[in-house]
T-cell receptor, first 119, second 111 residues
Framework: AQKITQTQPGMFVQEKEAVTLDCTYDTSDQSYGLFWYKQPSSGEMIFLIYQGSYDEQNATEGRYSLNFQKARKSANLVISASQLGDSAMYFC????????????????FGKGTHLIIQP | AAGVIQSPRHLIKEKRETATLKCYPIPRHDTVYWYQQGPGQDPQFLISFYEKMQSDKGSIPDRFSAQQFSDYHSELNMSSLELGDSALYFCASQLLTDTQYFGPGTRLTVL
């Protein structure tokens, strides 16, 4: 079964509108972390935002916020006031067993959402 | 701020050749990860090292091996290269249980 599901392969959004990118996850761990990365066409993987499973507040980083609904196992990324430079591939990722000191579990990624911002 | 450094950035090899990719983590980061991203795919975790010891293993082929050295840099060694190994290879570094920061990647093309 997919551990990370991103149901929107592609999205077109008008500049300056807000965008919500969906992400649902599946884990039986109690401690885990959820991450969003942006990958422009140039290829680099840019960290955007992180939410820990024990965090009670939704994470925010500038124009990015994470709508974390633990009971629904969803971690949607919200981009406010979208810009042309936001056009990129966006990946949701999870690390299980997050707080085991010394552990180095790899991230599991979703298939990504290709976001295109139109002027 | 210092970022993860990967070299080379681009590499072209023939089938059955070997390749070595290098990764220099962010200073003071103690954990290194390797990922493979095929064309149009999501990144797949290969292997990780914590304090120079192998920590976790993902979908790394037996033809690949990796190690982390005393200065914390890491190398991914790939032998008997196949066409399907053509991909973008990322190294990421992390401090303790913090966020993984990715390098710019090495684009490997196998002809």
């Amino acid at each position: 079964a997919q551990k990370i599901t991103q149901t929107q392969p592609g999205m077109f959004v008008q500049e300056k509108e807000a965008v919500t990118l969906d992400c649902t996850y599946d884990t039986s761990d109690q401690s885990y972390g959820l991450f969003w990365y942006k990958q422009p066409s140039s290829g680099e993987m840019i960290f955007l935002i992180y939410q820990g499973s024990y965090d009670e507040q939704n994470a925010t980083e500038g124009r990015y916020s994470l709508n974390f609904q633990k009971a629904r196992k969803s971690a949607n990324l919200v981009i406010s006031a979208s810009q042309l430079g936001d056009s990129a591939m966006y990946f949701c990722a999870m690390r299980e067993d997050m707080y085991s000191g010394g552990g180095a579990d790899g991230l599991t990624f979703g298939k990504g959402t290709h976001l295109i911002i139109q002027p | 701020a210092a970022g993860v450094i990967q070299s080379p950035r681009h590499l072209i090899k023939e089938k059955r050749e070997t390749a070595t990719l290098k990764c220099y983590p962010i200073p003071r980061h103690d954990t290194v990860y390797w990922y493979q991203q095929g064309p149009g795919q999501d990144p797949q975790f290969l292997i990780s090292f914590y304090e120079k010891m192998q920590s976790d293993k993902g979908s790394i082929p037996d033809r690949f091996s990796a190690q982390q050295f005393s200065d914390y840099h890491s190398e991914l060694n790939m032998s008997s290269l196949e066409l399907g190994d053509s991909a973008l290879y990322f190294c990421a570094s992390q401090l303790l249980t913090d966020t993984q920061y990715f390098g710019p990647g090495t684009r490997l093309t196998v002809l």
